[in-house]
């Protein structure tokens, strides 16, 4: 039979535990910013995607009932007065919120000559911004 020494059950000793820690930490240092930017990323990207398909449904309205609604919520439900509203529009039966769950801001009568206004004020949820905050529009490419 083999005998084993007492140095042979011990566990971890606190420096290596602590060494360890620190490792992790640096690592989470640097990783995690990475990842929280292209996760803000992923939101901007699938509000610009959504926009698009708030756009066609737009557009589909129009052609239908002659010009384009007063508000979204005419694309899942028919407004009083819509004459040839053949929607609802979107699939899931609901006006989508944005990539951080604010309404999209929706004008019937453009100022930058275009039809309509149509646009997400960002992670902020105000107008204007940088990054994140930046303002996304159908019409800025």
């Known amino acids: 039979m083999m005998k084993y020494t007492l140095r042979q059950y011990r566990g971890f000793t ?10 992790l930490g640096l690592i989470m240092g640097i990783v995690g910013p990475q990842a929280m930017k292209y996760l803000g990323k992923g939101k901007t990207q699938s509000t610009k995607v959504q926009i698009e398909n708030l756009s066609a449904a737009l557009d589909m309205y129009r052609l239908e009932v002659g010009s384009y609604p007063e508000d979204l ?7 009083s007065g819509a004459r040839g509203w053949n929607g609802p529009y979107l699939k899931k039966g609901d006006v989508p919120k944005d990539g951080w769950n604010n309404d999209y801001q929706y ?4 100022t930058n ?24 529009s159908l019409w800025d490419k």
């Open 14 to 23: 606190l420096i290596e535990l602590m060494i360890v820690l620190v490792i």
């Open 107 to 110: 004008k019937r009568k453009s």
């Open 113 to 136: 000559g275009q039809p309509y206004e149509l646009m997400s004020f960002g992670a902020d949820g105000a107008a204007g911004g940088e990054g994140e905050d930046a303002d996304i």
């Open 73 to 79: 919520k005419a694309l899942v439900a028919a407004p």
